[in-house]
């Protein structure tokens, strides 16, 4: 008798030991206190200067800097090497929301709330620090876990009950620096660098103001989630998982 029960506390542990493994080496994402997004362009003269500006906020604690590359000036002659039709939707939607007159580069986000032209680097820092003062205080912890397999899952916690849900979005980017040569156009013969650039977006899903979970099977080299009011609004809270 006494055999037998050993026998199962035994097995029970190595059960929970298995079950337990997938976690043992899981990396788990950190709380952004204010998302900032670069809309930038290789077909830019200002943008080289304004892309180190994004790759100095994103070295500061608690920040999601964000670069999405956009074609808007492929017309010059040279086309954006990393641009994608999903930013520059992205970019028409804040337009909308944020009542700008078309698009332009390089123009800054804050949180989904502001925007402003990044040319003057003492102006973007005050919008910067304005944004993360104005950070919003009831926001849904955001929890992004990596495990051994690379695969992700994303959790949003409870918060306050939307009318309205909210989008989930994911978001793959590369730290950098991304180093392009561009061989015409406005910025010939120079190298520009990229930092944070966004490699792909998905909408997983709505936020209703309810616990809610999602599962991917990648999201590398480094991952995002930000929760957001639709069509462009105001962004409610962000995480981040850097690279292993």
């Avoid at 910067?128 to 992700?152: G, H, M, W, Y």
């Avoid at 909408?203 to 462009?232: H, K, M």
Wanted: hydrophobic share 40%; aromatic share 10%; net charge positive.
């Amino acid at each position: 008798m006494l055999g037998r029960m050993i026998g199962r506390t035994i097995a029970a542990a190595l059960l929970g030991l298995a079950l337990f493994a997938p976690v043992a080496n899981a990396q788990t994402s950190r709380q952004a206190e204010v998302v900032v997004e670069l809309y930038t362009a290789q077909g830019c003269d200002q943008c080289p200067r304004a892309n180190r500006l994004l790759g100095m906020l994103a070295r500061e604690e608690n920040v999601l800097a964000l670069t999405f590359p956009v074609g808007i000036w492929d017309y010059l002659g040279w086309e954006d090497t990393l641009a994608h039709p999903a930013y520059a939707d992205r970019q028409r939607a804040f337009s909308r929301t944020l009542r700008v007159r078309g698009r332009f580069t390089p123009q800054l986000v804050f949180n989904g709330a502001s925007q402003m032209s990044a040319s003057s680097w003492d102006e973007a820092r005050a919008a910067f620090d304005q944004a993360k003062a104005q950070r919003a205080t009831l926001a849904p912890e955001i929890t992004i876990t990596r495990f051994r397999t690379n695969s992700v899952r994303v959790t949003v916690g409870a918060g306050r009950p939307r009318t309205t849900p909210a989008d989930v979005w994911v978001m793959s980017y590369d730290e950098g620096p991304i180093d392009v040569y561009v061989s015409r156009g406005i910025n010939r013969y120079r190298r520009v660098f990229h930092y944070n650039v966004v490699t792909s977006i998905d909408n997983l899903g709505a936020w209703n103001g309810g616990p809610v979970w999602f599962d991917r099977t990648r999201c590398s080299p480094s991952c995002a989630v930000i929760v957001q009011e639709p069509y462009g609004g105001r962004v409610l809270a962000a995480a981040y998982l850097p690279e292993r």
